[in-house]
Structure formats: structure tokens, C-alpha cells
């Protein structure tokens, strides 16, 4: 089924600073374990969401173990516009196809490495259309550990991990806003399932400031900003708790990407 | 709000190997990021599942990164037997109230490692009262980076990771979780949120065999195990092929803890 000359897809983390600083911290080795740098470094064939940002990614790399090969050597290609742009979670043959063929270095025997912007490739971001190829195609898969945004705020949120649910997005007009996040507490409250909501960042404080008018005094809810930053915050309170005490939100770094949580 | 003078609550995650093998094997700091070990490396109060097992880990973060204390100084409690036993993701006046007692080291000033048997603690594990005993008596809580199986599974099962959810365990009961699974099977079809499932490793190729009987030809299924560890296979493939090719369910490790998933 795996013929010994195909290559292996790692899906490759990237730690969680991308996009926020483009300098590159001193602890920037500390978010990613050994065994994530070593096989990166190994990779020299990439799949990404942004060919420039990866480049920066593979300077890292090195600097924290030597590439096997040179930065100009290195093979990076960019996702499918499609996919890139409306998400590729949908299976449709033609974002399908396209994946296909991004995976023949690996076909040819080259390891491959898919990574997104921050983070997990393919959680909450582009790249399942290549994962589902590389099942198809008979290409080992292999997930590398590294930070994930949405896990770290649900332990830090002390709300159900036992029945959680991501949602993505909620609506930006504040009636369609309310309607859904009623719609999402009132899940929540009846069947347990903690709900998980992100935003873009320039929007954060305008969701907090809807969850608040929205959602029941009883409702926990935990913002989780920043995380594995320095400036890393994690609030979790009943809304009736956010609304009494504004330093709550006040602490938290809404410029930067945050998780919503909501639960009972 | 945070006193200088608390301690600060780390969620500590550890090696998926735990409760597989006894014996440390020569790669166990490769899975967790530097930034994981050094932190646990000063931490001196633990609050964990099982004490036994919290023990062995210290002994691994200390052949990684000396321990600030030896191991016999190490004040090492278990979470409070309800919250063991039934789980503690229901706010409960006692368990609670437990709860913010096996915090008052943290309260004295010390920093606390929280901790599960494998894995990332209050995810898919007790260890949630803890937290929200933290944010009630303004411990700062850090959520640290380490594997976490379930998202590993979702990145490499090709399934939509901008919604998912995790539901934790089915029935036991032949006819009740073939319904079980046809409800979710209609969910994830539905609104296309990929929903993920876990199994005790003894009852695995009893769920696997289920889902094959029960879901639709054309549902996509993954089926991830032994994530981390050396006999790790991720598998994904409609359910039509997993019937067509028997290698497909034969290559599993379904006696190590795996992780079951399925969308469209």
C-alpha cells in the first residue's frame, strides 16, 4: 500500500508569533519540540498557505537546527488560490486534483512538509484538500506536535473539555452577531459542549462587547489572547463576573489573535 | 486583581507514551518543547490524575532539565477522587470547593503544575475544576505547549478542521451505538462539522467494526493511532474503501489508544 520509495507529508506546526512580529525572539526554538526542528530541518519540499512567510519559518529552522538544505534550494509552493481563499475543507475535484499534483515530489520520493500561517496546518486553517491527496495517493501522514491555539485557551479556560466544538467565525453584523452567539449559548447550556469562536483581531473588542450584551449573566465565558507570547492572557468568568469587573477585559490583549470560549 | 505574590497555575502536558510502556525510551524530551521542559523543570507543587504516574514524568523532566527540587522534596496531590472518578467539567459547590483548597500553595506564592495521565490536563481529562478554581481566586493560568492527541488526529485525517467536534466516548451497547453513530454521522454530513470520537484501546476494533457497519458508503473515515510513538498510522478513506481493502483497518495499532473521526 506504501510503496518504501514515497515520501512522508509531515504536517509541520509553526509557532504562534507569525503575523503578530516579524523579528524573530530569542526563545523562538522554545515553542517547538526537538522532534518537530529535527524533521523540519530534514524537509526540502514545502507546501504552504504563504511562500514568504515559510521562508522566514525555514531561517528559523535553521537557526535552530541546520537545514539539509540550503534556503535557496528549498522547494516552496504555494496552495491552490481556492483553497487558499474559500478553504479547502470541502472536498470538490478540482481543488482535489490540483492538491494531487502538489504532493508529486513525494510521489518521487521527497519528504514534504504542509504548514500554514501560525499554528497547525489544517486546523482552522487551509491544507485538508493535500492531507485527504496524500490519503489517496498512499502517502504516509505524519502531525508534528507544536502549539495549538485553540487547545491551550480550552484547558486555560477551566470550561467542558470533555464535549467542546470549534465553530470558526461568527457573523459581523450585531443582530445576525447576537442571533448566533444565542444560538451557540443555548447549545452550550443544554448539552454541555463548550463552544469555540475566533475572530480576526481589529474585531475582537466589538465580539467581546457583543458576548457581553448577548450572552446569559450565568454563562462562563473565557478569552484567551496572545498565547505562548509574552503578553499571553487568559480570562475565564461568568459574563455577570466580566460585566462587574471592566479590569477583566481591560487585561486582555484584543490586538492580538484571541479564542472565545462559552460554556456553563 | 493578581497579587505578586501568588504562584501561577501551569497546565503541564506529557508524552503520549504514558500508560503504554514503563520504560523511558531515549527520545522522551524530543516531544515536548524546551519551553515545556524548563518551565516544569522549576515547578515544586503538582496537582495531577495519578501520583505514581506524575512521578515517573518528574523523573523524565529531570533527565531533561534538573529538577529546582529533588524529587523526595516534590509535593506531589491528586485531584479530588468525584473529580477522578465522574469528571469535573460540571461546576460543583464540592468538587469546587475542593479544588480551590489543593490550590493554596499557589495562593502562598508557589508556582503549580497541573497534570493528566497523558496528554494535555483538562482536555479529554478531569483537571477542569482546577482551573476554574484558579480564575476564581485570580491564580494566572498558563496553558504550556505538548501533544495533544485529538488535534493531531484532526490535522491528519483530511477532515475539516474549521469545524469539529470532539464528543468524547460512544455506547457500548451494539444497537445503541449504532444509533449513536448514525446521529452523528447525520450532524457531520448536515453542517459538515467533523466529529471525533475516542474508544478505551480494548473496545477499538469493536467501534471500528461498528462504523464500518453502520455509516454510509460515502462518509469519510480516519482512524489515527499510537500518535507520537514509534507504531504510529493514521488512515483515511471513505468507508466504502475501508470495507474494499482490508489492509486499510489491518495496519491500525488499535490496541494503543487511537482516535476516530468522520465527516464528509
Known sequence: MHPAARGTLYLVPTPLDFGIKQDVPASAGEWLPAETWMTASRITHWITENAKS????LKRIDAVHPLAAPLQAQHVVELPKAAHKKGDHVPHADVDAQARELLSPAELGHDMGLVSEAGMPAIADP?????????T???????????I???LALAASGLNGQSFAFVGYVPQDTLERAQRLKELESLALKTGQTQIVIETPYRNAALLQGMLQTLHPHTRLAVCGALTLPQQVCRSA?????????????????EAPCVFLLGR
Open 238 to 254: 461568568l459574563v455577570n463576573d466580566w460585566k462587574r469587573d471592566p479590569r477583566l477585559a481591560a487585561s486582555l490583549p484584543l
Open 127 to 135: 491544507g485538508s484538500s493535500i492531507v485527504r491527496a496524500a490519503h
Open 137 to 147: 495517493l498512499g502517502v504516509r501522514v505524519v502531525p508534528l506536535t507544536g502549539p
Open 54 to 57: 515559510t521562508r522566514a519559518f
Open 149 to 151: 491555539s485553540l487547545m
